[in-house]
């Protein structure tokens, strides 16, 4: 047994409200600058449709993740090394820029420049790429609310068979949301697909970064990424992907996304899993048993003995301890209620989601409980607005069995707090029958909508000790916000000075602070926690 440490997320697609909250804010920490116009970190996606980049999840045409061999050997999906060879100045399978859409603003000038008239100017769209007027025919969230779905969304790769039964009529037709960030898997396939051994994943913590020195541009990472989560940035010539907002992991903090999440729908925590079985899982012949393959290579932080081999390994305590409160470890192995996306892709993804149970409980609300008939509240979970069968296409390779399981489950959290709130009398057998305790969903009541902020981010802070014995894992310690260029703003800081110019002080995750050699106090937002003082936030004279 070979332990190591991941940092994971679950989503609760029942909070999420399409917002976009999310989506702006990981922008503007992370991707609002030139070169990045069409990249998103974090997007939310309204389904059914066709997502972004225009179907993503057909990996019939895009040749993503990891297939098995007639040895039944794990291979890449886009092939070996000599197709890469082949291809490595033609990537067939790469998105073009009308796949993601091309990003646009608005010719404002021609406001500003217009003379006095009898007409109202008006502003054209043009290219932000290009800089040249165009017509805008899609974008990141082009079927946001359904608005593409009559015409767009029977073309979404999840809905395979199932044509007949979904009709893409307003009054008829099911949605949700779902947003999507990297999802810092267990067998990257795109870290086994970069030629340059730049994209790698970190040993500490899992998460899967760009070392931005060693990137050429080869571009296999993109189409290697099954999720297509891996850009290009067409300026500096280089690959990025979301970076799990790792300074504000190292100090302890949520990521950018789930701290600004308006429905609170994101949990943080640590897996502690056995490395050794991850290519094993990974093989799993049978792609419906992937997901329990996967649960398999969990480990239990509160077993003795798995706590004495993570020690062994140099797991710090606090991690194990964190490991023990993680929120993410209680809803995908405990209560079994968060499911992978996409397990098929074969890459084990780190970021789970618990399936939207909302279109069943306005039945429920509607049809009302009956004691009698406890099971009454699980007859509509068939009948659902939202396919069982489209659930299962995303989150089990298609096996229906864990969406029901994970549905009952959820049914039976909500029929127990309804009848407590209104004095109505429940079944005795109904936790059993969806195989838990009372006590075990009354847990996950409180975990799912209750939570505090401690129990929902639990992520314990990064070990400056451990930087020695990681420097032989690779080379790349410093944050890749230093360079010029690198996944961050980049470029000259304030004053004309470059980042590197900057040293922190101060305590990390209190609001740190950079003194510049020009004297002056800067101060770091993106490692603020909205509590503590902000010196050098707001210039002199200002109230901070």
């Excluded at 500490?204 to 970064?209: F, R, T, W």
């Excluded at 729908?265 to 393959?293: C, H, S």
């Excluded at 789970?352 to 699980?378: E, K, Q, T």
Aim: glycine fraction near 10%; proline fraction near 8%; hydrophobic fraction near 35%.
């Amino acid at each position: 047994m070979r332990v190591m440490a991941n940092v994971a997320m679950v989503m609760n697609l029942d909070k999420c409200i399409g917002c976009h909250t999310c989506s702006v804010t990981c922008k503007q920490v992370w991707t609002n600058r030139p070169g990045t116009e069409y990249v998103y970190f974090n997007n939310v996606e309204t389904k059914p449709g066709v997502g972004y980049p225009k179907r993503y999840e057909d990996q019939e045409q895009w040749h993503g993740g990891w297939a098995l061999d007639k040895k039944g050997r794990l291979q890449l999906k886009a092939g070996g090394r000599l197709r890469k060879l082949l291809t490595i100045f033609y990537n067939p399978d790469l998105p073009t820029i009308d796949d993601y859409g091309d990003p646009w603003t608005y010719d404002y000038q021609t406001l500003i420049e217009a003379p006095l008239g009898t007409r109202n100017p008006s502003a054209h769209s043009i290219s932000a790429l290009t800089g040249k007027d165009m017509k805008v025919t899609w974008g990141s969230n082009f079927e946001d609310d359904l608005a593409g779905a009559p015409e767009h969304a029977a073309g979404d790769p999840n809905l395979a068979g199932l044509q007949e039964r979904v009709r893409m009529e307003f009054e008829q037709v099911f949605m949700f949301y779902l947003p999507r960030i990297c999802e810092h898997c267990l067998n990257p396939s795109c870290v086994a697909s970069c030629p340059s051994g730049a994209m790698y994943k970190r040993a500490e913590d899992g998460i899967v970064l760009v070392d931005q020195d060693r990137c050429r541009g080869w571009r296999m990472c993109v189409s290697g990424c099954p999720y297509k989560k891996v850009y290009f940035n067409h300026r500096t010539g280089k690959a990025e992907k979301c970076t799990f907002c790792f300074p504000r992991i190292e100090a302890g903090q949520p990521t950018v996304c789930s701290e600004t999440c308006v429905g609170r729908l994101r949990y943080l925590g640590l897996f502690l899993y056995d490395a050794d079985k991850v290519l094993d899982a990974a093989a799993t012949p049978d792609a419906q048993g992937l997901y329990e393959a996967q649960l398999s290579v969990f480990l239990d932080p509160h077993d003795p003995a798995v706590q004495a081999a993570a020690a062994q390994a140099g797991i710090p305590h606090d991690w194990i301890e964190a490991a023990k409160r993680s929120p993410v470890y209680e809803l995908a192995v405990r209560h079994k209620v968060a499911l992978p996306l996409h397990p098929e892709y074969r890459t084990l993804p780190m970021v789970w989601y618990i399936p939207p149970l909302s279109p069943v409980s306005d039945v429920v609300d509607a049809a009302g409980y009956d004691p009698d008939r406890p099971d009454a509240v699980f007859a509509t979970i068939d009948a659902l607005r939202i396919p069982v069968e489209y659930l299962a296409n995303l989150f089990t390779a298609g096996d229906p069995a864990p969406i029901r399981r994970v549905l009952r489950k959820l049914a039976a959290v909500r029929a127990i707090q309804r009848a407590g709130q209104l004095g109505l009398d429940l079944d005795e057998d109904l936790p059993a029958s969806v195989g838990a305790s009372a006590d075990e969903l009354d847990d996950l009541f409180r975990l799912l909508a209750i939570a505090k902020y401690e129990d929902r981010y639990v992520i314990p802070p990064a070990h400056a000790e451990e930087a020695g014995r990681l420097m032989g894992q690779h080379e790349q310690l410093f944050c890749s916000l230093d360079t010029e260029g690198g996944p961050g703003m980049g470029g000259e800081g304030p004053g004309g000075h470059g980042i590197r110019s900057y040293r922190p002080t101060g305590t990390p995750g209190a609001g740190q602070t950079f003194a510049a050699e020009d004297g002056r106090t800067r101060f770091n937002l993106l490692g603020w926690d909205g509590r503590s003082p902000a010196p050098g936030l707001f210039p002199e004279g200002e109230a901070s």
